[in-house]
């Protein structure tokens, strides 16, 4: 069984095993907004050359861009001291995997508000997230919100 990224003792909360895949990355990124933009564009091109999601480029590029602005933002803060971890394996059988951690306290998902329920419409927050969940085949949040793990076959 594949391990958790946080901690290789404990197992994946997504169906998914890294160490299997064609292609693995793990990146670090300073926690300030634009260290986001130029991760993604590097993720992009590695990834494409593999075309391990074929036709998918624009949903990653969304999914990966929304998770690493969150933590960013809500985890560290806009703190560029403080360092955003991600990992993303990709592979033609298994699909994608997208791991992002931050160094935050964390949160309850749960209680992110459903931002098309009417009362929300107008309201900044839970997008991210709600694009996320809707547009990838699986997500599991742990170690309190602090980390997301998401797949796409």
Do not use: W
């Amino acid at each position: 069984m594949p391990s958790n990224s946080a901690n290789p003792d404990l197992p994946a909360a997504v169906n998914f095993d890294p160490t299997r895949a064609a292609i693995r990355l793990k990146l670090s990124l300073a926690g300030e907004r634009n260290a986001v933009a130029p991760v993604v564009d590097s993720v992009l091109r590695m990834i494409g050359q593999e075309q391990c999601l074929e036709g998918k480029q624009d949903l990653l590029e969304l999914v990966l861009t929304e998770a690493l602005a969150n933590a960013v933002e809500h985890g560290a803060k806009g703190d560029a001291s403080k360092v955003v971890h991600c990992e993303i394996a990709c592979d033609n059988a298994q699909g994608i995997f997208i791991a992002v951690r931050d160094p935050g306290t964390g949160y309850d998902p749960s209680k992110i508000a459903n931002p098309v329920h009417e009362e929300n419409v107008l309201s900044e927050g839970g997008r991210g997230i709600f694009l996320i969940t809707q547009l990838m085949d699986e997500v599991k949040f742990l170690n309190h919100g602090t980390e997301i793990q998401m797949v796409k076959r």
